[in-house]
């Protein structure tokens, strides 16, 4: 029988990232879970009810320091899959009215942290091992007809391209690279008129990740497993 494989799900004490690790779980993964600070989570929960599949880590990825400190402590652990959740919004404000503090939290914690993370963690990830990020279909150019929520859409289309200047820095390597669009979730970000259910996106963004593993190169794709325009 083989051995259960290793997901690293970076941000996974709520919403997506809490679905994600509850999915891998039930798919019989060993699952390591980051939460922010001290306080309890839903996270928490699934690991104590998982009987010991279930891990729970402590980082800010916003804190580069924390970063190096969990790559530290998992260096005798091979993910077969890093993930990366994170997203924060500040209201759909036009860019002109957008406070540069704003704009940098959102860039800093959408963008430049998640690909901290891949840059860091990347070593622990097995050779034909699959890195992906959360990604959202507001991240592109092709589909924004309509404006709105600038400073999220421009953080998700910074991050694309981060991930694709990776992908093409490490060209040589046989990583799966995905960026994920959930889909149009209920959660704060989506809403609560949004038309998918956390229950809804998630497994189909499990299945999409599972069909690619083992494909070298970069894809944006969503939760049902159609090509996203960049």
């Known amino acids: 029988m083989n051995a259960p494989k290793t997901a690293l799900i970076v941000g996974a004490s709520r ?24 306080r309890r989570t839903g996270l928490h929960d699934l690991a104590e009810a998982s009987g010991g599949r279930v891990t729970v880590e402590s980082m800010d990825m916003t804190e580069p320091d924390e970063i190096a400190a969990l790559r530290e402590r998992l260096a005798e652990r091979t993910l077969d899959l890093l993930f990366v959740n994170a997203a924060i919004t500040r209201g759909d404000i036009p860019i002109g009215d957008v406070p540069t503090e704003m704009f940098t939290e959102v860039m800093v914690t959408n963008a430049l942290s998640p690909m901290r993370v891949v840059e860091s963690l990347r070593p622990l990830v097995a050779p034909t091992g699959t890195i992906g990020v959360m990604s959202s279909r507001q991240g592109s ?33 046989a990583h799966t690279l995905l960026l994920m669009c959930p889909g149009h979730v209920r959660t704060e970000l989506g809403g609560p008129d949004a038309p998918l259910t956390i229950d809804q996106s998630i497994p189909g963004v499990v299945d999409t990740i599972e069909r690619h593993s083992g494909e070298p190169g970069l894809q944006f794709l969503n939760h049902q497993d159609q090509p996203v325009p960049w």
């Not at 809490?18 to 993964?29: I, P, S, V």
């Open 15 to 38: 919403t997506l990232g809490l679905g994600l690790a509850t999915e891998y779980a039930h798919r019989g993964w060993n699952v390591i879970g980051t939460v922010r600070g001290e």
């Open 141 to 173: 150019l092709g589909l924004n007809t309509k404006g709105g929520q600038e400073v999220y859409r421009a953080s998700k289309s910074a991050l694309n391209q981060l991930m694709r200047s990776y992908a093409a820095r490490y060209a040589e390597a």
